[in-house]
């Protein structure tokens, strides 16, 4: 799906890394939200208004990559992700994205 983005857009949300497989030692290509540049500008200007959003994009920050308390705190704290705002949809589509690519790639590094 990710080669069909822009290549702009990927640039500006998504950065890839490497992780390490427990079982076997291979470095494998990891997918991670850019929490610099213009995401993180769109996450904060967001988070002035919304207290959901502010733990996201804090959270984000201080760790680096999707928390399960930022998973929980979607589902939880739902009311302060009304999916009738195209911005909210979108950091839930590029959230549940970048989940699924962590959870299913096993490409090498």
Partial sequence: MFKGLDSLFFSKVWYY?????HNKGD??????LKHEGAFEIFLSNLA???KGIE???TTLIKTGDITPSMVSNILIN???YNIQQPEIRLIIAIHYLTL?????RKEPY
């Fill in 17 to 21: 890394s490497k992780t390490w497989t």
């Fill in 27 to 32: 470095t494998l290509k990891y997918l991670l």
């Fill in 48 to 50: 002035k208004e919304n």
């Fill in 55 to 57: 733990y996201y994009h």
């Fill in 78 to 80: 739902y009311k302060y």
């Fill in 100 to 104: 699924n690519d962590q959870y299913h």
